[in-house]
């Protein structure tokens, strides 16, 4: 159809994706904020285990540590320290809310779509080095090139944890 040979690593392909769009559906779809997290925690095992089956081994591993092991574990945490799941947490209006985000959703998807249409429609493929995505590269890369803001976002990330403590040690 596109130019494109359908394949069983196609077919994985497109099945990984499929079902992190409908996990990525249910994080909006729920109003229980719970499920909602439990569905991004499984879109972000999907996307992993895509990340995998692309030959990007060290994405995906990032992926599963960074985002699943760690973000979510937080907002889990804060989830249930707050008590945001409970019935009465959100009783404000949202009237205009939802035409707003469907009339943004679409806009969103069109943009997306027209930046990779032409990308699916072309027969050709980008040379790639073998050493694309190895640990070895991305840590040279990191450390040689890109050390000064690699140094500025764990800077960052290290306001970030004080600012969090002072705030919190405030409120106790």
């Not at 050390?147 to 403590?165: N, Q, T």
Request: proline letters at 5%; one cysteine or more; aromatic letters at 8%.
């Amino acid at each position: 159809m596109f130019g494109i040979q359908p394949t069983p690593e196609l077919a994985l392909v497109a099945g990984l994706a499929g079902m992190a769009a409908l996990c990525a559906v249910g994080v909006v779809a729920f109003s229980n904020a719970i499920r909602s997290a439990l569905c991004l925690v499984m879109n972000f095992f999907l996307l992993a285990v895509l990340y995998f089956t692309l030959g990007a081994e060290t994405v995906g591993i990032t992926q599963i540590v960074v985002y699943t092991g760690a973000i979510m574990v937080l907002f889990l945490f804060v989830i249930m320290l707050l008590n945001i799941g409970s019935p009465n947490a959100a009783q404000e209006e949202q009237d205009w809310k939802r035409p707003v985000g469907i009339l943004l959703g679409v806009a969103l998807f069109v943009l997306v779509g027209s930046q990779l249409l032409p990308g699916l429609l072309s027969t050709t493929t980008p040379n790639t080095p073998d050493v694309y995505g190895q640990p070895q590269s991305l840590g040279r890369a990191i450390f040689s090139m890109y050390i000064v803001p690699f140094e500025a976002v764990s800077v960052l990330l290290m306001i970030g944890i004080v600012g969090s403590i002072l705030l919190a040690k405030r409120k106790i």
